[in-house]
């Protein structure tokens, strides 16, 4: 009898603990609502994760990010941020210094001047990990990804 109640003690608690701490990762996070939900009802759940599990999250957590971005239109085509929202430096490749110009709920914007290639901005979405690469009147998009 003991031992019964033990296991059912147990069964309770385990399942108690993951309603009360919810999912640790976005995977987690759309796969304990899949069940019973439309289309529609799936992409609302997917953005409410993504925004609870950011791709970029050292970013979110406005933490000195250092990401490769890959761009959408030109194959093996890559550059290399690093972002430090305390102190609003950016760095471009590995040379070319930058001011964070503006940090929003899911965004970070940073502006470059006096480069070979002429002022860019890049405004990254660490939300959705992507970036925006606007240089004179030419925009290239890119999906991102933290390094270490």
Do not use: W
Not at 8 to 22: M, T, Y
Not at 41 to 55: G, H, I, T, Y
Request: aromatic share 12%; charged share 25%.
């Amino acid at each position: 009898m003991i031992r019964i109640c033990i296991l059912i003690g147990f069964f309770f608690s385990a399942s108690a603990n993951a309603a009360l701490f919810g999912a640790s990762t976005y995977e987690e996070c759309v796969s304990d609502g899949k069940s019973g939900r439309t289309n529609f009802e799936m992409q609302a759940l997917s953005r409410k994760c993504r925004n609870d599990f950011p791709k970029l999250s050292n970013l979110a957590a406005k933490k000195l990010t250092k990401i490769k971005c890959e761009f959408s239109d030109k194959l093996n085509e890559h550059f290399y941020l690093s972002l430090n929202p305390k102190n609003k430096l950016a760095v471009f490749q590995t040379d070319k210094k930058g001011k964070i110009t503006s940090i929003s709920s899911s965004k970070v914007s940073a502006y470059f001047t006096n480069n070979e290639i002429g002022d860019f901005i890049i405004s990254v979405d660490y939300v959705n990990g992507s970036a925006v690469f606007k240089v004179n009147d030419s925009v290239a998009y890119a999906s991102c990804e933290e390094i270490t």
